[in-house]
């Protein structure tokens, strides 16, 4: 008898008592044990908290309680939310050791659900990135192709999916970096609305953009993790009250009458492996009955300048707190402010800088008007476009990348054809819209595709419809 | 639209976000945002005057809590996390002249 | 009416800005106790360290007791936005404070001085207290220190700062003003306000200028402890800029300490990125707006306010209102207790010296029935008692919280000398005294002092000394 590999099968079996928690997550310590080496999707492994946390769930079953909806399935979480006890890093040196004194509100949560934590992954430094290259602690790997990255800034999570060591992680979203690099890696990755889940114990990177959300190998699985971490939480003031309505139910609605758009003035730079796959979803939604029509959203093609400044100037404020004074890196000098200085120069990477700079300036005196309160000026022009182009359309389709994923290094010197990787994630983040990506088949060298499913505000019961019927044409094709 | 980003531009930033950088620093710097910058024109050529600033993605308001004592977190655990920590403060070299 | 100081032909210019720590539970963002005198870093919660990943909640009593202060001010209250003031410094933990910057919780106040003056409030907004550093070695000073120690404890504590426009022209002026808003506070129940204790803290934006000049370049004064120093420090630094002016330099605008030892102010070393903070709207928190209906709610439930509460107890005791007994009665809160002596029959100026004086230490409710007080100063009153027996009597009452009077005057044998018994002691102390009584006699006042001392005595303290006077001044007449 083959074991259940998606999240759902392993919970089931875990309730039902054919499976135990602790076989679940052996397995999934011992694909990690056997591979990670060559993938590096791991910062940190947490074998020992792991297997007591199956046990428990097992001792849960045998005693006629319920372990929640995630029973014993293996998760990885981004090494960029806060576990009371275990190292939470950001791939800074900044914060290289440092262990939280609290959890996040998604760690509970998990726990809650009955999900077992087996690690944390590589990420780019404070997710800083669209490679996982800006790691101080190594580069994850393509499981697809080791000498490719896996894209970024969650690149250890969508990996760790990708090659099996887990049914489902948990990334964080602030220009697209978890539909990026999921649609690097051939795996499922969801940006849920700005708000649906609580960013209290999200290492911030750009507060007003930054998102958690699920990795999974379906739609399906990634549904349930997303219900699992969702909800209102008091913690964050930013937390919407009501998010939204089922998902599961969703899954297999199928899109029959829905109307799927097509942005006519979209960004061109797409390669054309990449266009033609996401040409195909459009015929895979038509052929299942969705209406497709043509909508403009023209500030589409604002979002990556608007970015570029929003988050690194938020970026430079979040980030001052990393002072030598309470916690982290430390470089000593003979006064304080040295301290700092050498500190900060010393604890963090090339990108991190250039963004805390580049936000510095942005914020700057005489500046302000100038940059930021353009860019955020900018940022409504995008949301308007998009609610004009909801009144047409029930979704809109595009690419998740311009590109498949790229050999390591290729870009790395390049900070402009880096950003450019986000062209198409980052409107979402700015508009606070969910996003998905889905994997579509191959492009060059027979590596993944993703195409972007983009909904309205709390509209993710639409998206996963979307999402899920796109799932089913590929499993059809095959 | 402010002029080109310039030595002085990133010396005084990195000042305000303590940072060091050595002279070849200040180049790359200079180099990589302007660069950035640039591809602002395309949206300093917008006309925004009318457009309300967006701070957040979500319009909420009245975000409050009750005035209610909650736990602490505890001082060792803390502090052990702490670079230097002396009689349950934290410790810090001098601190030379004006805080803000 | 206060007057204007001039110096040298030069007239000051003052602004105050004033924080003052609200008294709440808990921290404006997080639900560590807002509280003193604990253990170092024992009331510290993710956000008030800064720690990754915290994220702040506004406390709900914070902006009410915001609001209070602002209605108080006479302030519009409205939709405000927190914004992120950028700048290291230790005791800072996120190296940002949340305060609010160009939408601030109130706006356009005044508060009006005993003359009538009316010193402008161009805005009251809300914003978190930082941590303390304890600076370690040498003098215990910031400057040739070993090193510091931070405690969070404070760190968060919510702030109202509340800055005045620069229409006082005096270190009278500011000094009275500073009064007045702490009155103010206190009587509202927003803060405890007390500036030696830190929970006030009073910074002075300071400049001179020729009449009818524009304004001039000002100095803040930082570190003044006390209503005292503030005037001192006022006058002091205007003095200094005066002379620079004269002396044919210019005053450069820096941040300085007043130094109470040596009464001057002192530059800081300040740093030539010192103000450029970087203000944007802290994502993490979104805007508060009020309901006209709210606003309603706080303002009808401010109490009646200090010079509103002077000026009826003056009324009620028929003396004037900045008179000193009727200024500290109201500070302390015991005006309603005064006006409930004066209904059970008492003469209120009596009661009301009788307060001032003898009931600094229990508070606005004080454990003494208001009917005995009463009846005791009804028996003062009557001369049933003398003044010296009243007070007697008036503690006697305070140890025991309360009695009946007459009966505390039967104890300690307090009885009324009848007016036989008064004109014999009289004329014996004149037969002892002969030389006082003929400078008496001859004009000389103050002699009557040694006659109604010898009178005082014979009785062991229990003739009535107004009596004895009274009876001295018709004998000689
Ligand atoms: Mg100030
Ligand atoms: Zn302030």
Known sequence: MSTPSTAIGIAAAVRSGSMSAVDAVEQSLERIGASDGDIGAFLTVTASSARDEAAAIDAAVASGSDPGPLAGVPIAIKDNMCTRGIPTTCASRMLDGWLPPYDATVISRLRTAGAVIVGKTNLDEFAMGSSTENSAFGVTKNPHDPTRVPGGSSGGSAAAVAAGFV??????DTGGSIRQPAGLCGVVGVKPTYGAVSRLGLVAFASSLDQIGPFAGNVADAAVVLEAIAGHDPGDSTSIPEPFGPLGAAVPRGVEGMRVGRITDLPAGADPDVT?????????????????VDVEVPAFTYGLTAYYLIAPAEASSNLARYDGVRYGHRVAAPDTDAMYVATRTDGFGAEVKRRILLGTYALSAGYYDAYYGKAQRVRRLIADDFARAYTHADVLLTPTAPTVAFEIGAKSDDPL?????????????????PAMSVPFGTGADGLPVGVQVLAPAVGEATMFAVGAALERAMGAQR | MAGRITDDDVAHVARLARLGLDPDDVQRAVAELGAVLEHFADIDALELDAVEPMAQPYPLTNVLREDVVTTSLDRDEVLAQAPDAVDGRFAVPPILGDGA | MTERWTYEGFEMVVGLEVHVELDTATKLFSGSANRFGDDPNVHIDPVTLGLPGALPVLNARAVELGARIGLALGCTVQACVFARKN??????????????????????GRLALSDGTVIGVERAHLEEDTGKSTHLGGSGRIHGSEGSLIDFNRAGVPLVEIVSRPDIVSPDQA??????????LVAIGASDARMEEGSMRVDANVSVRRPGEPLGTRCEIKNVNSVRSLGRAIDAEARRQVALITAGESVVQQTRHWDEGDGRTHALRSKEDADDYRYFPDPDLVPFVPSAEWIDEVRSALPPLPAKRRAALAVLCGVAADTEAVMTVVERGQDAYVAEVATHGADAARALVHVKEAFAELGARPRVPASDLAALVAMESSGA???????????????????DPAALAAQRGFEAMDDGELVALVDAAIAAEPDAWQKYCAGEDKAMGALVGHVMKASRGQADGKAVSALLVSRRS
């Open chain 1, 167 to 172: 049914p489902v992680s948990l990334g964080s």
């Open chain 1, 276 to 292: 033609e796959r996401f040409e195909a979803a459009f015929d895979a939604l038509a052929d299942a009955g969705a209406d497709i």
């Open chain 1, 417 to 433: 054809a880096m950003y450019l990787c986000d062209t198409y994630t980052i409107p979402s983040n700015l508009a606070g819209h």
């Open chain 3, 87 to 108: 700048y290291f410094y230790p005791d800072m933990p996120k190296a940002y404070q949340i305060s609010q910057y160009d939408k601030p919780l109130n706006i356009d």
């Open chain 3, 175 to 184: 000094r009275e003003y500073v009064s007045e808003l702490r009155a103010i």
């Open chain 3, 385 to 403: 008692v003398t003044a010296t027996q009243a007070k007697t009597l008036l503690g006697d009452l305070i140890d025991a919280g309360g009695g």
